[in-house]
């Protein structure tokens, strides 16, 4: 396959963001190249408002369990996962993307970017390296153990709903953090870390896992791209997992940062007799 270039990955960032109707970054982008795009851009971006929101069949899963599992504390339907997230389907545009395009540093409520010779640092605000305390399950699956925290149905309902509506400014891009017109979006991972090895008589195995999170915390998918590696676009067939069963354990998994639940009291995420308290 031909070397793609840093060059390459920006021009294929900015037309991603053309795609989805977001602004692009007005000191990269091609002007003359998305003027001769622009039809066929707009083109895709209608059919796909009229396909009405199509989940990729990696989400659909998730969404098809979530469906099941809330439905009888959801009676007028459970959150849907977001449709239009600006998707990271190359190695290197996490990376790309947690830095305004002519930019060293980015700076929001929740963490701090900055490049350096190896690279890009991100500080989180809260770098907390244990959940003990803070692991909770939700109930109505396997038996919670002991050193875990119990959560009723109805308020990991409550907290999913929350999850994937975060403050306008969470929504921002760092990669068009340094102009007027930004983009503000999800953006998601597809993974496929390996978790059973070949055997004599079996080929390697992996699960699947879709990363999501608000623009402003790509700098997460950048690190997790950097350990599990980038599962490419989910919406492709070859990238679909029901597809290739042989290779695939049957296990998806689903991640979601939403850091702004910290500011949600216990009182709207439906704990009873609660007090006004924030989460």
Same mark, same amino acid.
């Given at each position: 396959m031909p070397t793609i270039t840093h060059t390459d990955l920006v021009r294929y960032i900015n037309l991603k963001l053309a795609a989805l109707g977001q602004p692009t970054s007005h000191t990269t982008?091609? +002007? *003359?190249?998305?003027?001769?795009?622009? #039809?066929? @851009?707009?083109? /895709?971006?209608?059919?796909?408002?009229? &396909?009405?929101?199509?989940?990729c069949p990696a989400d659909t899963r998730i969404q098809d369990f979530?469906?099941?599992?809330?439905?009888?504390?959801?009676?007028?339907?459970?959150?849907?996962?977001?449709a239009g997230t600006l998707i990271l389907d190359r190695e290197g545009m996490?990376?790309?993307?947690?830095?305004? +395009? *002519?930019?060293?540093?980015?700076?929001? #409520?929740? @963490?701090n970017? /900055?490049?350096?010779?190896?690279?890009? &640092?991100?500080?989180p605000k809260s770098d907390r390296?244990?959940?003990?305390?803070?692991?909770?399950?939700?109930?109505g699956g396997l038996p919670v153990p002991a050193d875990k925290i119990p959560v009723p149905k109805h308020v990991f309902a409550a907290l999913w709903a929350a999850a994937l509506k975060p403050p306008d400014d969470v929504l921002a891009l760092p990669f068009t953090a340094d102009q007027q017109q930004q983009a503000r979006c999800f953006v998601s991972l597809l &993974?496929?870390?390996?978790?059973?090895?070949a055997t004599a008589?079996?080929?390697?195995?992996?699960?699947?896992?879709?990363?999501?999170?608000?623009?402003?915390?790509?700098?997460?998918?950048?690190f997790v791209e950097s350990i599990f590696g980038n599962g490419g676009d989910p919406y492709l067939p070859e990238n679909d997992a029901a597809l290739d069963a042989l290779h695939w354990t049957g296990n998806t998994g689903c991640v979601v940062l939403a850091p702004h &639940?910290?500011?949600?009291r216990k009182k709207d995420a439906g704990f009873a007799d609660a007090a006004d308290d924030e989460l």
């Open positions: 982008a091609d +002007a *003359q190249f998305l003027n001769i795009a622009g #039809p066929l @851009l707009r083109n /895709y971006y209608q059919k796909d408002q009229l &396909l009405g929101g199509r989940l979530l469906d099941d599992y809330l439905r009888d504390v959801c009676p007028s339907g459970v959150a849907r996962l977001p996490a990376r790309i993307v947690s830095l305004p +395009a *002519q930019g060293d540093s980015f700076s929001s #409520p929740f @963490l970017s /900055y490049r350096v010779p190896q690279g890009i &640092l991100h500080n390296r244990t959940t003990q305390g803070l692991f909770q399950i939700v109930e &993974l496929r870390p390996p978790v059973c090895p008589r079996e080929p390697q195995k992996t699960m699947e896992i879709r990363f999501l999170a608000p623009a402003s915390l790509v700098s997460n998918l950048d &639940l910290v500011g949600i």
